[in-house]
């Protein structure tokens, strides 16, 4: 079955970078997502990867995916407060199928 | 842009009372989704509708019914309420293809006393 593990919390200074880590136990996941959710609010995509990557860049957003070990990286280069939220990685079968979501790293970054 | 719309934004039940929490979507989607978000457990499904006329249930669906209306609108029911359904509820929807994930609304958080 399926089942993503997260750490549940970090904390980090503004200016440095932040690594939130996620395992997921399904081989077969095809599709793997990195979403934010703010206090209050709902979960909102920031970033997905397919599993044929290794690496996907977007603006101070980099994922890290290794395959061998099932273990997904977002990496957010030059952390401000207004990062600080919670951090969901979810995996996908297919592109078609249902999100089964990591329990989320809350993130808290001080000045 | 509304996107996905919850109503109501907070609840307070006794045991034993019924509700309806209700989901729309202006964005044309296929799929919608009912989670659950409770402290330490992350979002589990509840239910879910891959199309307009089709619900299957997800990880958590005891104590739930759920209707798709049509297109655009998903609802979730609780018949009677227990305090473990005490929750943020979030209604999703996404469009084929993994591309854009999925759109969240902003959650209805459900207190059963």
């Known amino acids: 079955g399926e089942d993503v593990e997260q750490s549940l919390f970090l904390s980090v200074r503004e200016g440095d970078s932040s690594v939130i880590n996620c395992t997921y136990t399904?081989?077969?996941?095809?599709?793997l997502y990195w979403y934010k959710q703010e206090p209050g609010a709902g979960l909102q995509l920031l970033t997905y990867?397919?599993?044929?990557?290794d690496m996907k860049q977007d603006q101070r957003l980099t994922v890290l995916l290794n395959k061998k070990d099932k273990h997904l990286s977002l990496r957010i280069a030059d952390t401000q407060t207004g990062d600080s939220a919670i951090y969901f990685c979810?995996?996908?079968?297919?592109?078609?199928?249902?999100?089964?979501f990591g329990k989320g790293t809350m993130l808290l970054v001080s000045p | 842009n509304a996107g996905v719309t919850q109503t109501p934004k907070f609840q307070v039940l006794k045991t034993g009372q019924s509700m309806t929490l209700q989901c729309a979507q202006d964005?044309?989607?296929?799929?919608m989704y009912w989670y659950r978000q409770d402290p330490g457990m992350g979002l589990r499904l509840i239910y879910y509708?891959?199309?307009?006329?089709?619900?299957d249930k997800g990880e958590v669906p005891n104590g739930y019914n759920v209707s798709r209306l049509n297109k655009r609108e998903f609802s979730l029911r609780l018949e009677s309420a227990a305090p473990s359904q005490t929750s943020v509820y979030f209604c999703?929807?996404?469009?084929?293809?993994?591309?854009?994930?999925?759109?969240f609304g902003s959650g209805t958080r459900l207190t059963v006393v």
């Open positions: 999703a929807s996404s469009d084929e293809g993994p591309t854009y994930g999925y759109t």
């Open positions: 399904d081989s077969s996941s095809t599709y």
């Open positions: 990867i397919f599993s044929n990557m």
């Open positions: 979810a995996e996908s079968l297919s592109g078609y199928s249902t999100l089964t």
């Open positions: 964005m044309n989607h296929n799929s």
């Open positions: 509708s891959a199309s307009e006329g089709t619900t």
